[in-house]
């Protein structure tokens, strides 16, 4: 059908900044085969819930390299037939009727592409709104679903067995239409729209308020605190924490780019984070650092300021003067964001640990696998009262930014990645297996963007050491939402002797669960939840 020009009628359904939905009067006899377009005419609207007489050439539009195509009319000519068209009934997305089967998903969404939906109140959101209006719920059902494990607050973890496990999303342009909410937030009142497929994924696109009742997320603390013997290490992302109020003449894209993290209090969140919800740990290894201005293009890669910032604010807090340290990356040589010399780096009580001199690496700065991403940071620290030491391996391994949408015609949700984040994983065990040989003791924590199941870290964990996420019940595992899957992206591996010596291991919830209010900057302190290690530095008794 693609390149032909066609002649159809049908009723506008919804409109989008490119274009509006025309649906067919009566559902096709195929149930697998929309019944309703696209059509794209950036410069005329279409009056809702008119019937319409469109006529054009079919294109299947691809957003992306691998991306789904869409057929769309690429509108030529229109003509009004009736003011106020016949009423068309939305299908219903319901527990019973959306299949869990990723290949009979794939045609039963097909079949809806561009197809006026509807959603019914009491289901349940299982991510935080964004800054772009964009929902996902669970269709709540009456029987627990088999793969599904839900969490105390009503969200949803990864089914490992079925990572390509479809829950309905919808998107809200109208901004002062879309509410924040939280995950564990009830939809109060119907959504209906046109199902459309955009950024790899298929959302309602929804013109019209909503009613929501707001789940409040508790502000929790760790049971874990410091203890004369022991090490307690922080796991914190500082989603691209900077001191810098960016130009916007000096980033490479001005509407990401420009952020004022300490005005929007981001700096105060965290050290709050550290102080009262972390118990001020010994430790804190810190992931996606900024250097000192921000995402601009230069090259300046020290961050001195975005750590004096942070240390300033848990001394206010607590009386506690941290220390930092890090080694800085080259310019544009570790990924993130253009122009933030982004970096793995801690920050330590001087009062509880010292760091062994010249201990302070990088692993892998050589190696082809860590080219574009960033090194792990290795730094050795002695525990004051029992004079061990403790090698803290900190990383963030390749992300999974390129990774194929669940909905790609070919290998979906492939990850082209993966191998990278495996052989850098093999190379921190090849690390390891020295320290273990040598025996030194080590915890490796940071942003792995794998989950406890992978590949990437059967290869760090292997047989010799112990990932401490799994002394978690599974529903505590996790870290990180990604379109409503809850699951385990920082880990903390020890060897075995260091896992039975008494290790515990916490994940304080919170950012992962919280809304942002769309149309605004985000104000977020992490895309992740804290976490926090306790590991005893004494020696076992024989």
């Given at each position: 059908?693609?390149?032909?020009?066609?002649?159809?009628?049908?009723?506008?359904?919804?409109?989008?900044?490119?274009?509006?939905?025309?649906?067919?009067?009566?559902?096709?006899?195929?149930?697998?085969?929309?019944?309703?377009?696209?059509?794209?005419?950036?410069?005329?609207?279409?009056?809702?819930?008119?019937?319409l007489?469109?006529?054009?050439?079919?294109?299947?539009?691809v957003?992306?390299?691998?991306?789904?195509?869409?057929?769309?009319?690429?509108?030529?000519?229109?003509?009004?037939?009736?003011?106020?068209?016949?009423?068309?009934k939305?299908?219903?997305?319901?527990?019973?009727?959306?299949?869990?089967?990723?290949?009979?998903?794939?045609?039963?969404?097909?079949?809806?592409?561009?197809?006026?939906v509807?959603?019914?109140?009491?289901?349940?959101?299982?991510?935080?709104s964004?800054?772009?209006?964009?929902?996902?719920?669970?269709?709540?059902?009456?029987?627990p679903?088999?793969?599904?494990?839900?969490?105390?607050?009503?969200?949803?973890?990864?089914?490992?067995d079925?990572?390509?496990?479809?829950?309905?999303?919808?998107?809200?342009?109208?901004?002062?239409?879309?509410?924040r909410?939280?995950?564990?937030s009830?939809?109060?009142?119907?959504?209906?729209?046109?199902?459309?497929?955009?950024?790899?994924?298929?959302?309602?696109?929804?013109s019209?308020?909503?009613?929501?009742?707001?789940?409040?997320?508790?502000?929790t603390?760790?049971?874990?605190?410091?203890?004369a013997?022991?090490?307690?290490?922080?796991?914190?992302?500082?989603?691209?924490?900077?001191?810098?109020?960016?130009?916007?003449?000096?980033?490479q894209?001005?509407?990401?780019d420009?952020?004022?993290?300490?005005?929007?209090?981001?700096?105060?969140?965290?050290?709050?984070?550290?102080?009262?919800?972390?118990?001020?740990?010994?430790?804190?290894?810190?992931?996606?650092?900024?250097?000192?201005?921000?995402?601009?293009?230069?090259?300046?890669?020290?961050?001195?300021?975005?750590?004096?910032g942070?240390?300033?604010?848990?001394?206010?807090?607590?009386?506690?003067?941290?220390?930092?340290?890090?080694?800085?990356?080259?310019?544009?040589?570790?990924?993130?964001?253009?122009?933030?010399?982004?970096?793995?780096?801690?920050?330590y009580?001087?009062?509880?640990?010292?760091?062994?001199?010249?201990?302070?690496?990088?692993?892998?700065?050589?190696?082809?696998v860590?080219?574009?991403?960033?090194?792990?940071?290795?730094?050795?620290?002695?525990?004051?009262?029992?004079?061990?030491?403790?090698?803290?391996?900190?990383?963030?391994?390749?992300?999974?930014?390129?990774?194929?949408?669940?909905?790609?015609?070919?290998?979906?949700?492939?990850?082209?990645?993966?191998?990278?984040?495996?052989?850098?994983?093999?190379?921190?065990?090849e690390?390891?297996s020295?320290?273990?040989?040598?025996?030194?003791?080590?915890?490796?924590?940071?942003?792995f963007?794998?989950?406890?199941?992978?590949?990437?870290?059967?290869?760090v964990?292997?047989?010799?050491?112990?990932?401490?996420?799994?002394?978690?019940?599974?529903?505590?595992?996790?870290?990180y939402?990604?379109?409503?899957?809850?699951?385990?992206?920082?880990?903390?591996?020890?060897?075995?002797?260091?896992?039975?010596?008494?290790?515990?291991?916490?994940?304080i919830?919170?950012?992962?669960?919280?809304?942002?209010?769309p149309g605004?900057?985000?104000?977020?302190?992490?895309?992740?939840?804290?976490?926090?290690?306790?590991?005893?530095?004494?020696?076992?008794?024989?």
């Amino acid at each position: 059908m693609a390149g032909q020009t066609v002649t159809v009628q049908g009723v506008a359904t919804g409109e989008s900044r490119h274009g509006f939905f025309v649906q067919n009067v009566r559902r096709g006899p195929d149930p697998r085969v929309s019944d309703a377009l696209f059509a794209f005419s950036p410069k005329w609207p279409a009056p809702l819930g008119a019937l319409l007489e469109i006529s054009g050439e079919v294109v299947d539009f691809v957003r992306q390299e691998n991306g789904k195509p869409v057929a769309q009319i690429k509108l030529e000519n229109v003509r009004v037939l009736k003011k106020r068209g016949p009423e068309i009934k939305p299908f219903e997305l319901t527990a019973d009727n959306v299949p869990g089967d990723p290949a009979e998903l794939a045609v039963f969404l097909n079949g809806l592409e561009s197809m006026l939906v509807s959603i019914g109140a009491g289901q349940t959101f299982i991510a935080p709104s964004n800054p772009f209006g964009d929902y996902v719920l669970i269709l709540d059902a009456e029987k627990p679903v088999e793969g599904v494990t839900r969490t105390e607050q009503g969200g949803v973890l990864v089914d490992h067995d079925n990572p390509l496990r479809w829950y309905p999303g919808f998107r809200i342009s109208n901004y002062a239409q879309a509410p924040r909410v939280n995950v564990g937030s009830k939809l109060l009142s119907r959504v209906t729209g046109p199902l459309n497929y955009r950024v790899e994924a298929y959302q309602v696109k929804v013109s019209h308020p909503i009613r929501v009742g707001i789940s409040d997320i508790p502000q929790t603390t760790s049971r874990l605190r410091p203890e004369a013997g022991y090490l307690t290490i922080m796991t914190m992302n500082g989603f691209n924490l900077d001191m810098h109020v960016e130009s916007p003449s000096r980033v490479q894209n001005p509407g990401q780019d420009v952020d004022d993290d300490w005005g929007d209090g981001r700096f105060h969140t965290l050290a709050f984070a550290v102080v009262k919800q972390a118990n001020v740990p010994d430790i804190v290894a810190l992931q996606e650092i900024q250097d000192n201005d921000g995402a601009e293009m230069s090259l300046v890669v020290d961050a001195s300021s975005t750590y004096r910032g942070l240390v300033k604010t848990i001394r206010e807090l607590s009386g506690v003067e941290y220390r930092w340290v890090d080694i800085p990356p080259v310019v544009g040589a570790d990924g993130g964001q253009p122009g933030g010399s982004i970096r793995n780096g801690y920050l330590y009580n001087p009062g509880r640990v010292e760091i062994v001199k010249d201990s302070t690496r990088l692993i892998g700065a050589d190696e082809t696998v860590f080219e574009g991403s960033r090194k792990p940071l290795v730094v050795y620290f002695r525990e004051k009262t029992t004079s061990h030491d403790l090698a803290c391996i900190n990383v963030h391994l390749a992300s999974k930014r390129h990774q194929h949408s669940i909905f790609a015609p070919e290998k979906p949700g492939f990850d082209a990645r993966l191998p990278i984040r495996v052989r850098q994983a093999q190379i921190i065990e090849e690390q390891l297996s020295v320290m273990r040989a040598q025996g030194l003791d080590y915890y490796v924590t940071g942003d792995f963007n794998d989950t406890e199941e992978s590949e990437t870290l059967a290869a760090v964990v292997g047989i010799e050491n112990v990932n401490l996420v799994k002394l978690l019940a599974p529903e505590q595992r996790y870290d990180y939402n990604h379109r409503g899957k809850l699951q385990v992206l920082m880990h903390g591996i020890v060897p075995k002797r260091l896992a039975e010596n008494h290790a515990e291991y916490d994940i304080i919830h919170g950012n992962e669960l919280l809304g942002i209010q769309p149309g605004k900057p985000t104000d977020k302190p992490s895309d992740h939840a804290y976490v926090l290690a306790k590991i005893n530095m004494q020696k076992p008794v024989p």
